[in-house]
């Protein structure tokens, strides 16, 4: 990648600059002896359709879906309580500091950064303190689009006033960074902080280091 095409560094919040929801509903399942990997799986067989993806785009609000999602899981055989499940999800969303230092330092270099996040009314507080370092700032729940839809990265670009070579994009959940590469963006997966640091480089952007 060279440094001087990358004109905005787009990042998810929960999994990447946030603590991981994905960590926090493993640890759910393995705490109430739920099959591993129910809840995702179910997410994504329900589709755009499923109380997920509406709570997502903010048609439900947690009382509803919460409803809507536990009918759900009772239909494909496993009865669990989705408040709790949120809970545990909102208190994992503790902001990760080598990102936070990163996202300072790329805004140092003169490059736009850019929140991208699938979240939902009600949520966790811990992503919305985070406007200020950001840019741009797309909520899924506020505009009513969901990531892997092309239109909320057409939307976020659009933002960004980038264009989509110069997008560079990060997140936790490869389905969503093959759908950004498909917009003609940039994509790295997130892994860990030091996997970061290099993938990063080769755009030109250093982490400073955690404190």
């Not at 969303?93 to 991208?116: D, F, S, V």
Request: with cysteine; proline share 5%; net charge neutral.
């Amino acid at each position: 990648m060279e440094a001087r095409r990358i004109a905005a560094v787009v990042f998810d919040l929960g999994g990447v600059v946030l603590g991981s929801p994905l960590h926090a509903i493993a640890r759910f399942e393995r705490e109430r002896a739920i099959p591993e990997g129910f809840v995702n799986r179910l997410v994504v067989a329900s589709g755009p359709s499923g109380a997920w993806a509406r709570l997502e785009r903010g048609e439900l609000e947690l009382e509803a879906f919460a409803a809507d999602f536990e009918a759900e899981c009772a239909r494909s055989g496993c009865r669990m309580d989705a408040r709790v499940l949120m809970e545990r999800i909102a208190e994992s969303a503790q902001p990760r500091p080598a990102m936070l230092a990163a996202l300072a330092r790329i805004r140092e270099r003169g490059l736009r950064t850019a929140a991208l996040t699938n979240n939902w009314v009600g949520g966790s507080d811990a992503s919305r303190g985070l406007r200020g370092r950001f840019d741009v700032f797309v909520e899924s729940s506020t505009v009513g689009l969901r990531k892997p839809d092309p239109r909320i990265f057409a939307h976020a670009q659009s933002l960004a006033h980038a264009q989509p070579h110069e997008c560079l994009f990060i997140d936790d959940i490869p389905a969503n960074v093959e759908a950004a590469k498909a917009c003609g963006w940039r994509g790295v997966v997130y892994d860990r902080d030091d996997d970061m640091r290099a993938r990063l480089t080769e755009a030109g952007v250093r982490f400073a280091p955690a404190r």
